[in-house]
């Protein structure tokens, strides 16, 4: 009798066609990416959504995308109504990939009725991948690091 050895990849078998499209049709309803924020923005005229950086003053006076709403995670509650238009989507961010801080503030716009996705990689990939940012002095940009992006395109192409 021979046994199959399988690998841990498949070890759990993929989902089906129709359950693996569901799941990330949603995961697309939820979040974004970087370089699709930054296209939308570049593009010229309304993006269809409003940036929201969900972190503290000191961290947007440290750089923060350029046309983003600064509204702190704390601050969602008592301000979101005198800032956002329910009728517009947000997307949020925070720092980076290890801080879950976009997600509470998509989380507390959402309980106030907010269409809301997360711009993954948040402040951190937006700098990395060689996007302009603002700080109080004026407009910076960092070289774009070539294990996050295309150095020479700003954009993957994926």
Request: charged letters at 20%; hydrophobic letters at 45%.
């Amino acid at each position: 009798m021979t046994t199959t050895t399988v690998n841990t990849v498949l070890r759990v078998a993929p989902a089906s066609p129709a359950v693996a499209a569901a799941h990330f049709r949603a995961s697309l309803a939820l979040y974004t990416d970087v370089s699709d924020v930054a296209a939308a923005l570049a593009s010229g005229g309304d993006p269809g959504f409003v940036l929201v950086d969900s972190r503290a003053s000191e961290a947007w006076d440290q750089g923060h995308v350029p046309g983003a709403l600064h509204l702190p995670t704390a601050r969602i509650a008592e301000r979101a109504a005198d800032l956002l238009d329910p009728a517009v989507p947000v997307v949020t961010y925070c720092w980076g990939p290890g801080c879950d801080g976009a997600a509470r503030a998509a989380l507390a716009l959402a309980e106030l009725g907010y269409r809301v996705k997360e711009m993954l990689g948040g402040f951190e990939y937006w700098v990395r991948e060689g996007y302009a940012y603002a700080t109080p002095g004026g407009r910076e940009r960092r070289a774009a690091d070539p294990l996050t992006t295309v150095v020479d395109s700003g954009a993957c192409g994926c």
